[in-house]
């Protein structure tokens, strides 16, 4: 192979001719079949998505909106940057990868997949500021405009993760990147209100201008793509190989239908190789001195903490872009309440993963657990207090107590929390229930709903309160708070070590 100008597409052909079987007939007619029918599943919502978009937004909904997607936006560079981004299977990094072949050869394939995923991710992207821009007129232009906009930022944001694993320094970018969308999406969330709302009106008016912006920030992309598949050759081949590591990691938590292993896997990348310097423990009482250790864990990570108390803005966005409360805001709430609280669980999921070790320790089970639900009790009443005093602010909420409901609240959500750290892994046995729908596995629709169920069930006056409208009278905190504590001591009481 010395003799070839590029050898690595004569590897990859004899290590194919090794595999013995190319695609069948049979293979491509259901690949076919499946594309036609995702195309027939998505043309109704996004038929339904463009006829919505001919409207006049209201400057206040569209800049909750933009702040959303923006959000959104960083959120995608992030799961991009921890995914890798370029990685490539097993084989490839276990024979390629080390080899002398070109490495951008060996990572082609890999550069061709990502941009693949940037064209639906941009499409994405641009409906959904059109969605919140709105276009009156159903303009063609104004489409367009919109979605090389998307194209542009998620080609980009893509082709700077890849620089990012090429270089320190474009790593610092992405990371800068990353922070100034939030504070831009924080600022056009604030501009949505008051004389914000002239400014950001006169700034979505003239297409010729977004035309514009469009058209340069294509250029900028193209640049950064055409640098990051230049960069491909400089990637060292350890940040590929971790990278393919994680990618196998989730792969096979993927295909073995486990998704609690994600968990881990996250946890064990961010700790490995880190230095922590040792901090004494303090003089605490058994129960107490055990889950110290999940305190100790969240307070190393104050980018975490800070990143968790933010997110306690999004019932807020959510409320002023769909125009009030309603379901969706309820159901934001409860979810990001438990979210939170399910950060401070750690210790108790290795607990019921490894219950031996537990024992060991000397500690009754019970007294154990409750001291572990004293940080996600505290993690979720500040969470809730923050997003419930948001909406006051925004004048979604009437009148009455409702910071109140959020520290009542947080006993049942603490105990949805542990419920769901210790939930056993996918039952895959369990019977599949043919519905006009399509089947529908039971051992993963369980899995899911461990720990949501409790948690929706003991806030019910928290969730009455959001979806009715009312001024909340002063018995629903009381009922929250009995209905809270309730819930909490009955699953502590009926929790056992064995049984999940």
């Given at each position: 192979?010395?003799g070839?100008?590029?050898?690595?597409p004569?590897?990859?052909?004899?290590?194919?001719?090794?595999?013995?079987g190319?695609?069948?007939?049979l293979?491509?007619?259901t690949?076919?079949?499946?594309?036609?029918?995702?195309?027939?599943?998505?043309?109704?919502?996004?038929?339904?998505?463009?006829?919505?978009?001919?409207?006049?937004?209201?400057?206040?909904r569209?800049?909750a909106?933009?702040?959303?997607?923006?959000?959104?936006?960083?959120?995608?560079?992030?799961?991009?940057?921890?995914a890798?981004?370029?990685?490539?299977?097993?084989?490839?990094?276990?024979?390629?990868?080390?080899?002398?072949?070109?490495?951008?050869?060996?990572?082609?394939?890999?550069?061709?997949?990502?941009?693949?995923v940037?064209?639906?991710?941009?499409?994405?992207?641009?409906?959904?500021?059109?969605?919140?821009?709105?276009?009156?007129?159903?303009?063609?232009?104004?489409?367009?405009?919109?979605v090389?906009l998307?194209?542009?930022?998620?080609?980009?944001g893509m082709?700077?993760?890849?620089?990012?694993?090429?270089?320190?320094?474009?790593?610092?970018?992405?990371?800068?990147?990353?922070?100034?969308t939030?504070?831009?999406?924080?600022?056009?969330?604030?501009?949505?209100?008051?004389?914000?709302?002239?400014?950001?009106?006169?700034?979505?008016?003239?297409?010729?201008?977004?035309?514009?912006?469009?058209?340069?920030?294509?250029?900028?992309?193209a640049?950064?793509?055409?640098?990051?598949?230049?960069?491909?050759?400089?990637?060292?081949?350890?940040?590929?190989?971790a990278?393919s590591?994680r990618?196998?990691?989730?792969?096979?938590?993927?295909?073995?239908?486990?998704?609690?292993?994600?968990?881990?896997i996250?946890?064990?990348?961010?700790?490995?190789?880190?230095?922590?310097r040792?901090?004494r423990?303090?003089?605490?009482?058994s129960?107490?001195?055990?889950?110290?250790?999940?305190?100790?864990?969240?307070?190393?990570?104050?980018?975490?903490?800070?990143?968790?108390?933010?997110?306690?803005?999004?019932?807020?966005?959510?409320?002023?872009?769909?125009?009030?409360?309603?379901?969706?805001?309820a159901?934001?709430?409860?979810?990001?309440?438990?979210?939170v609280?399910?950060?401070?669980?750690?210790?108790?999921?290795?607990?019921?993963?490894?219950?031996?070790?537990?024992?060991?320790?000397?500690?009754?089970?019970?007294?154990?657990?409750?001291?572990?639900?004293?940080?996600?009790?505290?993690?979720?009443?500040?969470?809730?207090?923050?997003?419930?005093?948001?909406?006051?602010?925004?004048?979604?909420?009437?009148?009455?107590?409702?910071?109140l409901?959020?520290?009542?609240?947080?006993?049942?959500?603490?105990?949805g929390?542990?419920?769901?750290?210790r939930?056993?892994?996918?039952?895959?046995?369990?019977?599949?229930?043919d519905?006009?729908?399509?089947?529908i596995?039971t051992?993963?629709?369980?899995w899911?709903?461990?720990?949501?169920?409790?948690?929706?069930l003991?806030?019910?006056?928290?969730?009455?309160?959001?979806?009715?409208?009312?001024?909340?009278?002063?018995t629903?905190?009381?009922?929250?708070?009995?209905?809270?504590?309730?819930?909490?001591?009955?699953?502590?009481?009926r929790?056992r070590?064995?049984?999940?």
């Amino acid at each position: 192979m010395s003799g070839l100008a590029d050898p690595v597409p004569a590897v990859r052909a004899f290590i194919r001719s090794r595999k013995g079987g190319q695609p069948s007939w049979l293979d491509r007619y259901t690949a076919l079949f499946g594309l036609a029918m995702a195309a027939v599943v998505l043309a109704q919502p996004v038929s339904s998505a463009f006829a919505a978009v001919t409207r006049q937004s209201d400057p206040a909904r569209a800049a909750a909106g933009a702040a959303l997607i923006m959000l959104a936006y960083a959120g995608l560079l992030v799961v991009t940057r921890a995914a890798g981004p370029v990685a490539v299977p097993a084989a490839d990094a276990a024979w390629l990868v080390l080899s002398p072949l070109d490495r951008r050869g060996v990572l082609g394939r890999t550069a061709g997949l990502l941009a693949a995923v940037s064209l639906p991710a941009g499409i994405v992207l641009g409906v959904g500021v059109l969605a919140v821009l709105g276009s009156p007129d159903g303009s063609v232009v104004m489409l367009i405009t919109v979605v090389v906009l998307g194209l542009a930022a998620s080609a980009g944001g893509m082709a700077v993760a890849v620089l990012a694993q090429a270089s320190q320094t474009w790593s610092s970018w992405l990371q800068a990147t990353v922070v100034v969308t939030v504070l831009l999406a924080a600022a056009v969330a604030l501009l949505g209100s008051g004389a914000g709302r002239r400014l950001l009106a006169a700034a979505s008016a003239p297409v010729p201008y977004g035309m514009a912006l469009a058209g340069a920030s294509a250029m900028v992309a193209a640049l950064l793509v055409r640098r990051a598949w230049a960069s491909l050759g400089d990637i060292p081949a350890r940040t590929v190989l971790a990278a393919s590591s994680r990618v196998g990691h989730v792969a096979t938590a993927a295909a073995g239908m486990e998704p609690g292993a994600l968990t881990w896997i996250a946890e064990d990348n961010h700790w490995r190789g880190r230095l922590l310097r040792s901090r004494r423990w303090p003089a605490l009482p058994s129960p107490s001195a055990q889950a110290w250790q999940d305190w100790r864990r969240l307070s190393r990570r104050p980018g975490r903490l800070a990143a968790m108390l933010g997110t306690s803005l999004l019932p807020f966005l959510v409320a002023r872009a769909t125009g009030g409360l309603g379901p969706l805001t309820a159901a934001v709430v409860i979810t990001g309440a438990l979210a939170v609280a399910a950060a401070g669980t750690s210790g108790a999921r290795r607990d019921g993963d490894n219950p031996a070790l537990a024992r060991l320790l000397g500690v009754g089970f019970r007294e154990g657990l409750a001291a572990r639900a004293v940080l996600p009790v505290l993690l979720s009443a500040g969470w809730l207090t923050l997003a419930l005093g948001g909406l006051a602010l925004e004048g979604a909420l009437t009148s009455g107590p409702w910071w109140l409901l959020g520290p009542a609240a947080a006993p049942a959500v603490a105990a949805g929390a542990l419920r769901m750290a210790r939930r056993r892994p996918v039952d895959h046995s369990m019977p599949v229930i043919d519905t006009p729908g399509g089947a529908i596995p039971t051992g993963p629709l369980l899995w899911a709903v461990t720990g949501v169920d409790l948690a929706t069930l003991g806030c019910v006056p928290l969730l009455l309160a959001l979806t009715v409208q009312r001024p909340v009278p002063e018995t629903f905190p009381a009922g929250q708070v009995l209905l809270g504590a309730a819930v909490l001591s009955g699953y502590l009481f009926r929790a056992r070590r064995d049984v999940r």
